[in-house]
């Protein structure tokens, strides 16, 4: 699978922002996909997933209420829509898919990854 990552961009504090997976390859809806971030000289953290089994959903504590992860099996993609945006969520997002159970944390677990998109908000 290969992971295309895109959406990101310059927003003030209380905006908006949709980002974007596109993924090409083998059959995407077998794939769990999730959305980390990391910020300069921190580590990378879990964000949000959805399930390759049912389609639920989980996101971290920080952005729970105001982010909201989607996939279109059709369309083979996976959306993050970002409201009421902070600039603690300042950080380069990056999407990745796994075919495996386990935590949706543990960045260790995905087989595949797409570049980063750099979210900035501005306070």
């Known amino acids: 699978v290969q992971l295309q990552a895109s959406g990101g961009g310059l927003v003030q504090a209380g905006g908006s922002l949709r980002l974007s997976c596109a993924a090409s390859?083998?059959?995407?809806?077998?794939?769990?996909i999730s959305w980390f971030r990391q910020a300069p000289g921190k580590e990378r953290e879990f964000v949000a997933a959805?399930?390759?089994?049912?389609?639920?959903?989980s996101y971290a504590d920080s952005v729970k209420g105001r982010f909201t992860i989607s996939k279109d099996n059709a369309e083979n993609a996976v959306y993050l829509q970002m409201n009421s945006l902070k600039p603690e969520d300042t950080a380069n997002y990056y999407c990745?898919?796994?075919?495996?159970?386990?935590?949706?944390?543990?960045?260790?677990?995905?087989?595949?990854w797409g570049q980063g998109t750099l979210v900035t908000v501005s306070s």
């Open positions: 990745a898919a796994r075919n495996k159970g386990g935590p949706y944390s543990t960045a260790g677990s995905y087989d595949y």
């Open positions: 959805v399930s390759r089994i049912d389609g639920s959903t």
């Open positions: 390859g083998r059959t995407f809806s077998r794939y769990t």
